[in-house]
């Protein structure tokens, strides 16, 4: 079955950066946009942009753009997120989510990174 | 960017209830939408995409229809087990946008 497998809980100081990563299984890694989402409490669901691992294609919201890059290892099957210039409005929960059919929607998700800025 | 108004913001209804929620856009988009669950603690689940085709698993109760830019997600016969907060997205233009979200819960 497809699973997502996200890192860990992390507590970041202002102005930091943050990586996550999302480990997939289950399905052929190449051939499936990957979508990262954060929720927070001040935004509720915002998409921050995706990833095709076939060639490393990616998308970012204006948002985010400049601030956010996605990256993937095929060979581990792993896509990771790093965003900078933290503050404390990026407190919140950060998911990756598989796209089934290339159209922007999320069929299976991954279980959240919470992520902490605090000073 | 499409906004998304989703409506109620909260709900409370009976097991046996049927239950509407409803999502309006600021723009067309066709019937790109889709629906989630996300139940507390976890991550969302896709209930319904293309605004009314039930995903494999979920269970018959939910449906889900829609076109342009009024969408509605039914749920009969309310369950303890739908206690969640459902959003729905959409997914016509980037940045695809979410609803802010119904929460459920049960009388």
């Known amino acids: 079955q497809v699973q997502l497998v996200q890192s860990g809980a992390e507590v970041k100081k202002p102005g930091a950066s943050v990586k996550v990563s999302c480990e997939a299984s289950?399905?052929?890694?190449?051939?499936?946009?990957i979508h990262w989402i954060r929720q927070t409490p001040g935004q509720g669901l915002q998409w921050m942009g995706c990833?095709?691992?076939?060639?490393?294609?990616?998308e970012y919201a204006p948002n985010f753009q400049g601030r956010v890059t996605m990256t993937g290892d095929s060979s581990v099957s792993t896509v990771y997120m790093e965003l900078t210039g933290l503050t404390s409005d990026d407190t919140g929960v950060y998911y990756c989510a598989r796209d089934p059919r290339g159209l922007n929607w999320f069929d299976s998700w991954g279980q959240g990174t919470l992520v902490t800025v605090s000073s | 960017d499409i906004q998304m108004t989703q409506s109620p913001s909260s709900l409370s209804a009976s097991v046996g209830d049927r239950v509407t929620i409803t999502c309006q856009g600021s723009?067309?988009?066709?019937?790109?939408l889709s629906w989630y669950q996300q139940k507390h603690g976890r991550a969302p689940k896709v209930l319904i995409s293309?605004?009314?085709v039930l995903e494999t698993g979920v269970p018959s109760r939910f449906s889900g229809s829609g076109y342009v830019t009024n969408f509605t997600l039914v749920i009969s016969d309310l369950q303890p087990d739908d206690i969640a907060t459902y959003f729905c997205l959409q997914y016509a233009l980037l940045p695809v946008t979410f609803g802010q979200g119904t929460r459920l819960d049960i009388k």
């Open positions: 990833i095709y691992p076939y060639n490393a294609a990616t």
């Open positions: 289950g399905y052929r890694f190449a051939a499936y946009y």
């Open positions: 723009q067309d988009t066709g019937n790109y």
């Open positions: 293309a605004a009314s």
